[in-house]
């Protein structure tokens, strides 16, 4: 296949080649093949809707991918390669996911965990000295701080020591952190890559020679392959995500321009406003502000309530990244009260600017 943009690969990679084969790799829901070609038993040999998802997310981030059966569960294959005393680094602003297993292997005496604000780049570089497992996630979740990658990720770090990016937030349009020398892409690909609130999939993408093996063979011995349908799923959605995107974007930035006029907001956090305290990093590393928005309405928690039941289009429920917008008072979700208490995150959707903008104005009013 010629070189094509990403746009492009999108639409035509992940596809059969043989004549007469479907246009789409079809859905084969089977556990066991007859022996004696390429695959015996799928958890072990794969299958064909994972490795055209695994195809088309590999291209576009420039590795190797794995999928897996959640964002969780490639978190946990990330986590299966430390050995017992291991360093590990979160981020303090931090999918509440990854901090309570991190916290739960700590409990049991499997590694230690620090944390360091996500903006405090020369405390990273420092840390990646000695740490065996360094966790970032930019854009951060949901406060949408951006980390200098370029600086973090080509500083010297102990050898052997994983570094891995969170890039669910960016998705590999707008950033690809393996360019920078991480060692590990992470995405939720129940998020933006599968883009219509219908299915769990995680995605490790890695360029470092062993590393692909290493976390293909924890999803092997954990069982925490993708389902067919899953896959399927999200190969299709991979079709439409720069079309997704560029719309849900472009209105993302309006959205937040038109919040951080409002006197019924007290902080709009967006990487995209020059306001914002990471806003040259952004501009500088990425390639798009993304669709996430996280704004603190005035009058707190009681305020903040009443605007997630004010809103008529939006939808109010957990999650991101999809063709439909939704909005949540984060530090209601256990594990995160520690946010500011009237912290809304916005996950805007395809709708148009007009009647998101006019279906936030009636509900914060």
Known sequence: MPKLTMQSWLVAAGRPEDPGSPLNVPMVPASNFDLGGKRIYSRDSGAPGWEALEEIVAGLEGGDAVAFSSGMAAVAAVFDQLGRGARVVLPDDCYHGVSELAKSGERKGLWQVSRLAVEATDAWTAAAQDADLLWLESPSNPLLTVADLRTICSAPRKEGAILVVDNTFATPLNQRPLQFGADISMHSATKFIGGHSDLLAGLLVTNRAGLYEQVRKSRTVNGATPGTLEAFLAVRGLRTLALRLEQAQETAGRLARWLDSCDSVERV???????????????????????????????GAEAADRVCLGVKLIRHATSLGSVESTMERRAAVPGQEHLPPGLLRLSVGIESFEDLRDDLEQALA
């Open 269 to 299: 956090r967006y990487p995209g406003l020059e306001s914002h305290p990471t806003h040259a990093v952004a501009a500088s590393q990425l390639d798009g502000f993304g669709t996430m928005i996280s704004f603190d309405a005035a009058g």
